[in-house]
């Protein structure tokens, strides 16, 4: 009996969980990519961090160089394809900006997807190559980056995780202020998400 409790349990663990995958996205401030990814059907988890560079540790207010802000967006594949996720992503960002995002200056806050695998190194060239076709008088910057190690936020800075929910007057504040929901109506009309 004690057996047959167990193979369930672990096939209740299987089923649930082996199917889980992560995506690893840059779109500027990590706070406004988290509260725009929870929102969406099929996602189960976003974790705020830093990924692309070579600094171990890195964090928000000490040393982050190389790093872009980033999330950790972890979703069903049964509910959710990969190519969803990223028809969505698009749609958060500014593609053609090469100096940071909205009100955010600087490298790390720089939109970059990146990649686990070569398939999803192929979807990801694909699509930006689609978002160029619609923009043809416009150069999509937007890089297309293997993966690396993903930081998350913690310790003392763990209050970025969940900022929006935890802090909605200050998000919805700094979020108006940054200009980021009229600059996405401006590029995508009304494919943008409206928030």
């Not at 167990?6 to 690893?24: E, K, P, R, Y």
């Not at 964090?59 to 790093?67: F, I, K, L, S, V």
């Not at 600087?106 to 997807?113: E, K």
């Not at 969940?162 to 909605?168: E, G, Y």
Request: charged share 20%; with cysteine; glycine share 8%.
């Amino acid at each position: 009996m004690k057996r047959i409790f167990i193979l369930s349990a672990i096939s209740f663990l299987l089923a649930t969980h082996a199917f889980a995958a992560t995506a690893i996205l840059a779109g500027g401030c990590f706070w406004c990519m988290e509260s725009d990814f929870e929102k969406l059907s099929g996602v189960t988890d976003v974790v705020s961090g830093f990924t692309g560079g070579t600094l171990p540790n890195p964090t928000y207010n000490g040393n982050h160089e190389g790093h872009y802000e980033s999330v950790e967006v972890t979703y069903d594949p049964q509910q959710l394809s990969y190519q969803q996720l990223l028809d969505y992503y698009w749609l958060q960002i500014d593609p053609f900006d090469d100096g940071g995002q909205f009100c955010d200056r600087g490298h790390s806050y720089l939109a970059a997807i990146f990649y686990a695998n070569d398939e999803e190194k192929k979807l990801a060239e694909a699509s930006k190559a689609e978002v160029q076709k619609m923009f043809p008088k416009q150069k999509v910057v937007t890089e297309i980056l293997p993966a690396t190690t993903f930081w998350p936020i913690k310790g003392d800075e763990s209050y970025h995780q969940d900022f929006a929910k935890n802090n909605p007057i200050r998000y919805n504040f700094y979020r108006w202020n940054c200009g980021r929901d009229q600059r996405l109506k401006e590029i995508w009309g009304d494919k943008a998400t409206h928030h």
